[in-house]
């Protein structure tokens, strides 16, 4: 095992420094707007009454380590990294002041991961069996009607579809829930009422996902199976009488899921922007309405907190994704 | 009797892998050859994929350099050609001839392009009719005429045809020094031969000296005047060409002949798996043997 | 050029419809120009009139006339993701080149930090940058950052077929004939790089467009540049659905569905045939004549690389 | 019952094919007949653009468009009874794969699927076929390796473990593991070092031995067909231009493109002149009228350039198909036979 344990290492390497380079990417866009947010975020909670002395004197200790004019850039960038390894401490959010920016973000985490996790399996398996199976039966007219519905919507934004599925099922057929992630009359914890709900609220953004994702891996599995098609040992199997179900799965798809795996790593992240996007539309409490939120009120706590999560999220997703990679092909774990 | 080419100690070592599961092979071990530039001739050099054959004719040519050792043409090391007019000038002295004609010629490209650009840049033809006149010299050296050339891409012309340009397209600069890297395994056997004997002509005509590079036993016998059975980057026996092939005295290039089929075998049931256990021996001795001279003028690795 | 034009339409379905549907919106952006009313003004026209003779696509809550109105949001739109496109293609040609020709530790290293953009989500950062910028976030400054987050994924691409490129035969055949490096580089293997720099950057374009409009609509840019974004954005600020206008909504999601579908079929259709592998197929096809090109693939010593299999014929795939 | 296992009467094989407007026909193979027998290794020759290969996929009936029979017929002679594949339905056909017919193909390589193990593989290709219980079915393949002196835990292994020369033993193995009657061999040893290609051409003659089935051999060298075929077909495009025993093919000729064939091949201690082949392959799109050689042929003469020489008995189970096969002359010497060289 010895091969996989080096490539283990060599991708959680790769995925310290892409955090590194992206939370820093992060800290750098935030210091450079011309004014400066401490008193701008300071003046706003001051107007507004009766705020703890302590959360406002927290907020003022945060803002200043992190964009305090006096302190050199260098020891910023020095408190920001202390602050984002000790849990993210970037002090209190302004939209709810004054619990810390980083409960909120923890807080509408989950709910992305729900969306994104079940909408890239669904996409991802789906996708990639009716793309295997149109790359192999090149005449099934079925497989041709996906195909072209593929190219008609792959091409078409997150949020246009979102947008779209909003205004059919909020005004042409509103059976679906169009807003929130569960009914205000279920109590949140581990009960039926309020896993049904969940599930009835995700319907919608996760179908709107799906219908985005697919193409791209449908249109994408069937050019590459129409030319494993034509490898040696796919044809070596058809001579050989193998049964056609096997040689589909077994020797067409099974190859192709390689470098389908390794495309799913390239593209984590714009579909994490898509996800992010489609939450918005449907406002689903995920990262996506609580950025936009936080953008709106001039939080920049939050605002900051949500990218350097963000950026965290995508690359521990990558690095999951890459440690499939050697279990799906044998030439990475031997190698 | 400046030497026209002086390979000495030349040894190429590669690391593939990643910087953590690193492999490392030594393509090429402690290579000697040279080439007299007052006689031309056929040096062939002779080994099975992975003997390092390529990776030195790519050495000579300039395409990769070695590890240790240097290799000298007409005295000057390649990688002291800095300046581009410098590598002109060796490009006018040094011709490649590669394997495949097909992926010679670029499949989307008019095959006499290169024609025109050795005849302008490297024969230094001004006109655009003293260039074709040029390029006609050399197609009719390899039987072949402008006028069926002229204009045609690479899949319209035959695998033989296509290395017949290739060979006229490196003599156009009247180089004194051809290597030639398997330039008929990709060609149907039958024309085979008129490509080897076309190569021999050149060395008695045109005093072109080559340097033929093939696993090809048969075709080696038939042209070479020297040459080298390489083994895993090891020259293993060196020499005369034919006193070698006729009588090989080293264990491996004894295998690689007994293992050589011919179509004087019909019927007589010679098929039988060769027996390599002298030629293992031989390589596990390998590293501390060294060359030894006999009077017929070879060189042994023992 | 016209015979290849002319050779696609006939034979290529989805090139046709793409060219058809790209033509219509690059012609309706142009009438922009000839447009009589100022697309910033307001209160021209009586707002909220449905689609007529007189105003084609309607009038929105804004007293604005939705059909010059559109002109000037498709145009700018457009402009805009050209511009991403053209200047991302700039920086993943030259690193993809960089990479591919040059090799050894200067590849590891761009492709290293090709590695790390394309694992950062974009739209965070985007919003990040609005959010830091706000009113001096102009078109081009956007544009430009876009082009940075945007070229990675196309640059490996690129790579991968400049190494390929550079390990040919003929290329080192090109070299000992003489040829410049420039020469080679531009001759023999720009037909090589070029189908892919002009499908990526078809595919660029969809991206940074999606990515504009969904910044716009969110009213994170400069909201009163008429472009498809900020159309929706002002149709969701007059909560158009509720009110019932939806041709306000409509008219956007038309054009835009409209020039991303034309993009991409243009896009596939012209990668397909550029692609030097087909383009052999086509002059094989005229080159079938001499039937030597097709059966060199029925063995014997000289297999033709990728013509063989092509000549073979479209595979009809399995019943 | 005939002693064949496949007779072949004027089969017609060619690819019809439209590219952007340009409709082509290709006469892959035209008008051929012959017969392979039992216990035979029947090696057919032919240079690029000869057919061999369309030819040989016709036998294993594998075409797909664009290729496609427009003539002629073939049928096999196995043990449960004879069958016209391309007029019997397609899965009494498919049940034939590898229990009675098998393929081992060029490019060996890559026959293997390369995420899967052997033993898989083996289980694929095999099991159905066997049709024998598991443990049986295992302790039946264990030995068939052993007897090609190949470890059985190289079903463990994937093939990118495997050396080249492994992998195509591994190939051999599993073409011939269900003993078929008729295996097909397309240029199994091109890709091979000569060390590595004389191992592999020694065990499939000796499988082909033990199994007593029959095996037909293509590949281009000429040196391969005379150690290993009992039997020749030489063609030339697209037809069977002369067959017979290998020994009598090779010392004498009675087609003059063999015996230019032959002549232009070079041997270790042979400094003869080497007369080369002129001219360039035939173009099957638009062929040569009459005999398809004539354009190549020092003895063509006006009657060759009309019509097409019939392949005619010229010998003891020696057919050629040339106006002039009487006066063909060797033109080297093969052997120990003492013949004159043809002028």
Same mark, same amino acid.
């Given at each position: 095992m010895k091969a996989y344990s080096w490539f283990v290492l060599k991708r959680f390497a790769q995925m310290i420094v892409v955090i590194y380079v992206g939370v820093s990417t992060a800290f750098l866009i935030t210091h450079?707007?011309?004014?400066?947010?401490v008193d701008s975020m300071l003046s706003s909670i001051t107007t507004?009454?009766?705020?703890?002395p302590e959360a406002i004197e927290e907020m003022r200790a945060a803002l200043t380590d992190l964009?305090?004019?006096?302190?050199?850039l260098l020891e910023q960038y020095v408190n920001f990294w202390q602050r984002f390894l000790?849990?993210?401490?970037?002090?209190?959010?302004?939209?709810?002041?004054?619990?810390p920016a980083m409960t909120l973000v923890m807080r509408a985490l989950p709910w992305t991961v729900l969306l994104l996790s079940t909408s890239v399996l669904i996409t991802w398996f789906l996708g990639n069996l009716f793309g295997g199976l149109a790359g192999y039966f090149q005449n099934s007219r079925l497989l041709k009607v996906f195909g072209v519905a593929s190219m008609g919507v792959q091409p078409i934004p997150y949020y246009i579809v979102a947008f779209l599925f909003l205004i059919f099922f909020g005004f042409?057929?509103?059976?679906?829930?169009?807003?929130?992630?569960?009914?205000?009359?279920v109590q949140s914890g581990w009960n039926i009422d309020f896993i049904l709900s969940v599930i009835q609220h995700a319907i919608l953004p996760v179908t709107s996902l799906i219908v985005v994702g697919f193409g791209t891996w449908f249109l994408g599995m069937r050019a590459l199976v129409s030319n494993i098609v034509n490898e040696d040992y796919v044809t070596y199997a058809e001579l050989a009488g193998v049964p056609r179900r096997r040689i589909v799965f077994s020797y067409v798809m099974r190859n192709a899921a390689v470098p389908q795996l390794t495309a799913l790593a390239l593209v984590l992240g714009s579909i994490f922007s898509g996800t992010i996007i489609t939450e918005q539309v449907y406002n689903y409490p995920g990262l996506g309405t609580l950025l936009v939120d936080a953008v709106n009120t001039g939080d920049n706590t939050t605002v900051l907190a949500v990218s350097t999560v963000a950026i965290t999220a995508v690359a521990i997703a990558i690095f999951v994704v890459d440690l499939l990679h050697p279990l799906l092909d044998p030439r990475v774990r031997a190698s | 009797m400046t030497a026209l080419l002086e390979v000495s100690h030349v040894s190429k070592h590669f690391v593939t892998g990643g910087r953590l599961s690193r492999s490392h092979i030594?393509?090429?071990?402690?290579a000697n050859l040279s080439l007299s530039s007052d006689a031309s001739e056929i040096f062939t050099i002779i080994g099975e994929s992975g003997s390092g054959k390529t990776t030195l004719a790519r050495m000579i040519l300039g395409l990769e350099h070695p590890t240790s050792g240097d290799i000298r043409f007409e005295g000057k090391r390649?990688?002291?050609?800095?300046t581009r007019a410098a590598r002109r000038d060796f490009y006018r002295r040094v011709q490649p001839i590669f394997q495949n004609p097909f992926e010679t010629f670029?499949?989307?490209?008019?095959?006499?392009r290169y024609l025109h650009a050795s005849a302008r @840049?490297?024969? %230094?033809?001004?006109t655009a009719s003293e260039a074709e006149s040029v390029i006609d010299g050399a197609l009719h050296k390899v039987g072949l005429s402008l006028r069926e050339v002229a204009?045609?891409?690479?899949?319209?012309?035959?695998g033989g045809q296509l290395q017949r340009v290739a060979i006229a397209r490196a003599l156009i600069p009247n180089p004194s020094l051809l290597i030639a890297d398997e330039?008929?395994?990709?060609?149907d056997a039958s024309l085979r031969m008129s490509i080897v004997t076309l190569l021999r002509d050149l060395r008695d005509e045109f005093g072109v000296s080559v340097i033929y590079i093939t696993h090809d036993l048969a075709t080696a016998y038939y042209i070479s005047d020297r040459l080298v059975i390489m083994q895993k980057g090891y020259v293993v026996e060196m020499g005369p060409a034919r006193p070698i092939l006729d009588a090989p005295e080293h264990p491996y290039s004894r295998l690689l002949k007994d293992s050589v089929l011919s179509i @004087?075998?019909? %019927?007589?049931?010679?098929?039988v798996s060769a027996d390599r256990s002298e030629s293992a021996a031989a390589w596990e001795r390998v590293g501390t043997a060294t060359l030894q001279e006999r009077e017929d003028g070879r060189f042994v690795r023992l | 050029m016209l015979a290849v034009v002319r050779d696609l339409i006939r034979y290529n379905k989805e090139f046709t419809i793409g060219a058809v549907l790209v033509a219509i919106i690059v012609g309706f952006s142009c009438l922009s120009f000839f447009?009589?009313?100022?697309?910033?003004?307001?209160?021209?026209v009586p707002p909220e009139?449905?689609?007529?003779?007189?105003y084609w696509f309607g009038t929105n809550s804004r007293g604005q006339d939705l059909f010059w109105q559109a002109t000037f949001a498709i145009r700018n739109t457009l402009a805009f993701g050209l511009l991403v496109a053209v200047l991302s293609r700039i920086i993943s040609l030259t690193v993809g080149l960089v990479a591919g020709y040059i090799g050894g530790w200067v590849d590891r290293v761009l492709m290293s930090i090709n590695d790390v953009v394309v694992a950062l989500p974009i739209f965070p950062i985007l919003v990040l940058v609005y959010f830091v910028l706000r009113a001096d976030l102009t078109t081009l400054k956007l544009a430009i950052v876009m082009a940075c987050f945007g070229w990675p994924f196309d640059a490996r691409l690129i790579r991968s077929i400049a190494v390929g490129l550079r390990h040919r035969e003929f290329t080192h055949h090109a070299v000992f004939a003489g040829m410049s490096a420039r020469k080679i580089m531009f001759e023999e293997h720009l037909p090589y790089v070029m189908p892919i720099v002009l499908s990526t950057a078809m595919a660029n374009m969809i991206w940074s467009i999606g990515l504009s409009v969904t910044l716009a609509v969110l009213g994170?840019?400069?909201?009163?540049?008429?472009?498809i974004g900020t159309m929706l954005y002002w149709a969701n600020n007059h909560s158009a659905m509720v009110v019932g206008t939806w041709w306000w909504i409509a008219v956007p999601v038309v054009l835009v569905v409209v020039t991303f579908v034309g993009l991409y079929l243009l896009a596939v259709s012209l990668n397909e045939y550029i692609d030097p592998r087909s383009r052999l197929r086509r002059m094989g096809g005229a080159a079938l004549v001499s039937a030597t090109s097709t059966?060199?693939?029925?063995?014997?010593?000289?297999?033709?690389?990728?013509?063989g299999a092509d000549v073979r014929g479209e595979p009809e795939g399995r019943p | 019952m005939t002693e064949n296992v496949l007779t072949v009467t004027s089969l017609k094989a060619y690819y019809r094919m439209a590219y952007f407007g340009v409709d082509r026909e290709v006469r892959?193979?035209?008008?051929v007949t012959l017969s392979v027998r039992k216990n035979e290794v029947y090696g057919i020759a032919g240079e690029s653009s000869s057919g061999k290969t369309t030819l040989i996929k016709t036998f294993a009936s594998a075409i797909r468009p664009p290729?496609?029979?427009?003539g002629g017929s073939m049928t096999y002679h196995f043990e449960n009874g004879d069958i016209d594949p391309y007029a019997a339905p397609k899965a009494k056909v498919d049940a034939l794969r590898w229990s009675h017919l098998s393929y081992i193909m060029?490019?060996?390589?890559?026959?293997?699927?390369?995420?899967?193990?052997i033993r898989r593989t083996f289980e694929d290709f095999a099991f159905r076929p066997m049709g024998l219980p598991s443990s049986e079915f295992w302790g039946r393949v264990e030995s068939h390796l052993q007897r090609l002196d190949l470890?059985?835990?190289?079903?463990?292994?994937?093939?990118?473990?495997?050396s080249g020369g492994m992998r195509q033993r591994v190939t051999i193995a599993l073409a011939t593991v269900c003993q078929p009657e008729f295996v097909i061999a397309d240029?199994?040893?091109?890709?091979?070092d000569v060390v590595v290609q004389k191992d592999v051409l020694a065990m499939i003659r000796d499988v082909q031995r033990q199994m007593g089935s029959s095996v037909v051999f293509v590949t281009h060298d000429m040196s391969v067909h005379a150690n290993i075929a009992d039997r020749i077909g030489i063609m030339y495009a697209g037809r069977l231009v002369e067959e017979g025993p290998t020994r009598t093919l090779l010392?004498?000729?009675?087609?003059p493109y063999t015996a230019h064939l032959v002549a232009s091949l070079p041997r270790i201690g042979d400094t003869t002149p080497k007369v080369a082949l002129e001219g360039r392959p035939p173009?099957?799109?638009e062929p040569p009228t009459g005999c398809r050689f004539h354009p190549r042929?020092?003895?063509?003469?006006?009657k060759c350039t009309t019509d097409v020489p019939p392949l005619e008995p010229v010998g003891l189970d020696h057919r050629s198909a040339c106006w002039r096969s009487a006066e063909v002359r060797p033109l080297t010497r093969i052997g120990h036979q003492e013949l004159e060289v043809a002028g």
């Open positions: 450079l707007s011309p004014i400066n947010p507004r009454s009766n705020f703890s964009y305090g004019v006096d302190k050199p000790q849990g993210g401490d970037f002090g209190p959010s302004l939209l709810a002041f004054p619990t042409v057929w509103p059976v679906l829930p169009i807003s929130g992630a569960y009914a205000m009359d | 030594d393509a090429v071990v402690d390649n990688a002291e050609r800095r670029n499949p989307l490209k008019r095959v006499d @840049t490297l024969f %230094g033809a001004r204009g045609r891409y690479a899949h319209e012309l035959s330039p008929v395994s990709m060609v @004087t075998d019909a %019927g007589t049931d010679g098929l | 447009s009589p009313v100022d697309p910033t003004l307001v209160y021209l009139r449905p689609p007529s003779t007189e994170f840019t400069d909201l009163n540049i008429p472009s059966l060199v693939a029925e063995g014997g010593a000289a297999p033709v690389p990728t013509l | 892959a193979v035209d008008d290729l496609k029979i427009v060029q490019g060996s390589m890559s026959l293997l699927n390369p995420v899967r193990r470890s059985p835990n190289v079903l463990s292994a994937y093939p990118h473990q495997l240029e199994p040893t091109t890709a091979l010392a004498a000729p009675r087609h173009n099957l799109a042929c020092p003895l063509a003469i006006e």
